[in-house]
């Protein structure tokens, strides 16, 4: 089975894929679509300002209101991992007027790690497109004595339990790196988690924490300034916007591979002529040069899919990580 990264590279290159960009969608709207929208649309993004997911919505939202011709607000509604706010989503009135942009967490992967949600992301959901996807980076306090990952892990294992890591929430994609690192690695760490990156970097940089996976778009100002180390990538080969970093696999941890990913979604029965409208405008946008630079400089690839490929990295994030959780222990709590 192609790793995500693979499948990621192939949403752009291959669009006669399950990752294709829809054809116009012209000869199908109907009335009800046709007549939407005619107010303003809330874009729910389930973490805090400054946030990944927050700042690649920011990208957005002011093209989508512009190609819509109504305003597209965006709204914080951070907790619980993201939970929080995807659920607002699910539970909003299915007319169009209420989107989410999420991750990997909500999205897909909390299905098989809370005994409790909700909401069903399958049941609940409707997928609008995969927005961009970006490795994650491991960051430490750079008063730690680790300079590589060789360092780190030795650090680790030479004092088990005292070191601990942030993550943006139980089942995100920093989360779970983090725990197959343990469990490649055999290092006992401890699990924090924040409502969002902003909180890990600063609990990083504030020496509350040693380390963590975080997205490089809110992680590499802070490197760059020397208030945090970059010690590697999670993407199976190097980053074309980090490429001085190895990846953690080079580290010696041969397959080693993990990608953060953002998608769009509405709440399920919204009408299809709605979503099929949103997908179009959204997949013109996000494949736009302005918007793939922009997404670049906060070090994210812009992809930008049919509905049914977002469905479809859903179910696979679903099997991929469930494994996972199942060989690590990992637990939301």
């Given at each position: 089975m192609k790793t995500?990264?693979?499948?990621?590279?192939?949403a752009i290159a291959l669009p006669c894929s399950t990752f294709a960009q829809p054809a116009s969608t012209g000869s199908t709207r109907t009335t009800t679509a046709a007549q939407w929208p005619t107010k303003t649309i809330r874009m729910i993004v389930p973490f805090p300002p400054g946030s990944s997911p927050d700042l690649v919505a920011?990208?957005?939202?002011?093209k989508l209101g512009t190609a819509l011709g109504q305003p597209v607000i965006v709204e914080n509604r951070p907790g619980?991992?993201?939970n929080l706010g995807t659920a607002l989503v699910a539970k909003a009135a299915p007319d169009g007027y209420s989107i989410g942009l999420s991750i990997g967490g909500p999205l897909a992967v909390n299905k098989v790690l809370y005994s409790k949600l909700e909401f069903d992301p399958f049941r609940d959901l409707a997928p609008i497109t995969l927005v961009a996807a970006s490795p994650n980076v491991l960051v430490v306090d750079p008063k730690l004595a680790a300079g590589s990952v060789k360092e780190f892990v030795a650090l680790a294992k030479s004092q088990p339990g005292k070191l601990n890591y942030?993550?943006?929430?139980?089942g995100s994609a920093s989360h779970l790196t983090m725990e197959l690192l343990k469990t490649q690695a055999g290092i006992d760490i401890v699990h924090v988690p924040y409502p969002g990156s902003p909180q890990v970097n600063t609990a990083i940089v504030a020496g509350q924490i040693a380390a963590g996976f975080v997205v490089p778009?809110?992680?590499?100002p802070l490197v760059q300034g020397g208030r945090m180390r970059a010690l590697a990538v999670t993407s199976s080969v190097?980053?074309?916007?980090?490429?001085e970093l190895p990846t953690v696999a080079e580290a010696g941890f041969p397959g080693f591979q993990s990608t953060a990913w953002l998608g769009m979604v509405a709440p399920a029965k919204t009408p299809k002529p709605v979503i099929d409208r949103l997908s179009m405008e959204?997949?013109?946008i996000i494949r736009s040069d302005d918007v793939r630079n922009r997404m670049r400089s906060i070090y994210f690839q812009a992809i930008g899919t049919t509905p049914e490929g977002l469905a479809n990295l859903m179910r696979e994030e679903v099997e991929r990580w469930g494994k996972v959780i199942k060989q690590t222990g990992a637990k939301s709590d």
């Open positions: 995500l990264f693979a499948a990621l590279v192939l920011r990208v957005l939202n002011d619980a991992g993201g942030g993550s943006v929430g139980n778009a809110t992680a590499m190097r980053s074309v916007v980090l490429p959204l997949v013109r």
